[in-house]
């Protein structure tokens, strides 16, 4: 498995404004994924977060709403634009730590409430 | 397309005794994994189970096992002895080779005691 950590933890925002979550691993991994949760729902995949080069996005998210950075093996960022209320969520990071499965393992998660 | 379905959004169990989460699901894969999620209030997303779709047996950790039926792409997760720790969300996952994770809706545990 693998040790991820996210930042921050939860947050209050005000439409309009960004916020970037901040997703750290303690081993170095190949795949990096983030996903949203919204209220009473289940997890859906935003994005692939590929180590140097563009992320790459499910159907329904553009990179102009949710900039992914993936600088290394190790960490990766979730920007949040221009936020409404309906990007209330929780919004996970999760690794695949073993790709011999290609099991995931995720963060705690960010919880994020815009007013 | 895969899709996994969880028919049960809540269920209930009384603490020590055993209680069975029903999950199917659907891929034209023949090389795929199944997992089972727990997501305590905590929201932290912890791996419960995972199955091989080319192993017959089924996987067991500790309180937890499953029973994977391939031919009806049914894959249930048994909790033995439950606790009041266990109660949670619990979801069931599919991945196919070169597809994404695919989560069902997930099933609401209440452990009472």
């Known amino acids: 498995s693998a040790v991820i950590s996210q930042k921050p933890s939860r947050d209050i925002c005000q439409r309009g404004t960004s916020l970037t979550i901040q997703c750290q691993v303690d081993?170095?991994?190949?795949?990096m994924f983030w996903y949203r949760q919204q209220p009473g729902q289940s997890l859906t995949l935003i994005a692939t977060?590929?180590?140097?080069?563009?992320?790459?996005?499910e159907s329904g998210f553009v990179i102009d709403k949710f900039p992914i950075s993936r600088p290394n093996l190790t960490f990766s960022t979730l920007t949040v634009s221009n936020m409404s209320p309906e990007d209330s969520s929780i919004y996970l990071c999760?690794?695949?730590?073993?790709?011999?499965?290609?099991?995931?393992?995720f963060g705690p998660g960010t919880r994020l409430t815009v007013l | 397309a895969q899709t996994v379905t969880q028919s049960q959004p809540e269920m209930s169990v009384q603490e020590a005794e055993t209680v069975t989460l029903s999950c199917t699901y659907d891929?034209?894969?023949?090389?795929?994994?199944l997992f089972w999620y727990k997501q305590p209030p905590s929201r932290q997303m912890i791996l419960v189970i995972r199955q091989e779709a080319y192993k017959q047996q089924n996987a067991t950790e500790n309180r937890f096992s499953v029973n994977f039926q391939k031919a009806a792409k049914s894959f249930s997760l048994k909790i033995s002895d439950s606790q009041l720790g266990d109660a949670a969300m619990y979801f069931c996952?599919?991945?196919?080779?070169?597809?994404?994770?695919?989560f069902g809706e997930g099933t609401q545990l209440t452990v009472n005691p």
């Open positions: 996952a599919l991945y196919a080779s070169g597809s994404r994770l695919t």
């Open positions: 999760s690794v695949e730590a073993d790709s011999s499965t290609d099991t995931q393992y």
């Open positions: 977060a590929n180590q140097g080069s563009e992320a790459t996005y």
């Open positions: 891929t034209s894969e023949s090389d795929y994994y």
């Open positions: 081993s170095q991994v190949t795949m």
